[in-house]
């Protein structure tokens, strides 16, 4: 039968909110958990407000409101499947990148990944953690991961699910993703990660920061923040 993508993505350049996330269950409800989660963080940020998210930033809590952020929308995934025997047991990872101005706060749980490329360098941010107690025993689950990251000029994230894997240290796909627009850097990534293993999920989130000369290229039809902007693809393969 055909599979299932349970992955879900979320690239909001005026909240400058980036996620993915990828659900897993015992039957099909892992994508309902990754939607779930994407949904309540755009709702919690959206909630926020940019007047106090320029309060987060300019303070020491910056780290503390994206802890609170998953962990809402981890209770969130938690109390549907509480709500239901259909969903019972499932669970996501969540990767979230909010960015203002230059700085950036992330926040993590599972085996999605966050990169950022600087210079030449690749850095991953971020800790796999392993999910298979699920959001049922929060005693269990291993804690959110937070940090902020002071962006320079021309810095690249990727957030990206597990079916991306280690696509982004590739000496060739790197040289090739880390300038230019977000939109072909999301297309290398997934094409790379298919040609790697084309029965796996695969979503990417590619986040560029602005530098002077971006303007003349960059075409968005709605009027954004002016400090990053974002694009995201995903694929999945059916099998027989």
């Known amino acids: 039968g055909a599979r299932h993508n349970e992955d879900a993505y979320l690239v909001h350049d005026g909240l400058g909110l980036y996620v993915v996330a990828d659900g897993a269950s015992e039957g099909p409800a892992g994508e309902i958990a990754a939607r779930i989660a994407v949904e309540a963080l755009e709702d ?16 020491f809590p910056s780290k503390r409101f994206a802890f609170d ?60 953690h392993d999910l298979t107690t699920g959001p ?11 940090f902020a990251i002071d962006t320079q000029e021309e810095d690249c994230f990727v957030l990206c699910t597990d079916g991306v894997g280690s696509v982004i240290s590739d000496p060739a796909v790197r040289s090739r993703i880390a300038y230019g627009h977000p939109r072909d850097a999301a297309a290398r990534i997934v094409a790379a990660a298919r040609r790697l293993d ?10 560029r920061f602005l530098t002077d000369d971006d303007s003349g290229w960059l075409l ?21």
């Not at 909010?98 to 991953?124: C, K, M, N, P």
């Not at 084309?198 to 986040?207: G, I, K, Q, S, Y």
């Open 198 to 207: 084309p029965e796996r999920d695969a979503t990417v989130v590619v986040v």
């Open 220 to 240: 968005l039809s709605e009027p954004v923040w002016p400090w990053a902007y974002g694009h995201t693809l995903e694929y999945s393969e059916a099998q027989g």
């Open 136 to 146: 049922e025993n929060p005693s269990a689950r291993a804690p959110v991961q937070c």
């Open 69 to 128: 952020a998953v962990s809402f929308a981890l209770e969130r995934v938690l109390a549907q499947a509480r709500s239901s025997r259909e969903l019972d047991g499932m669970r996501t990872t969540v990767t979230m990148l909010l960015v203002h101005e230059g700085h950036a706060v992330a926040g993590h749980i599972g085996d999605s990944r966050l990169y950022l490329l600087r210079g030449q360098e690749t850095y991953l941010l971020t800790d796999d």
């Open 44 to 59: 919690f940020v959206r909630r926020a407000g940019r007047p106090s998210l320029k309060f987060v930033f300019r303070s």
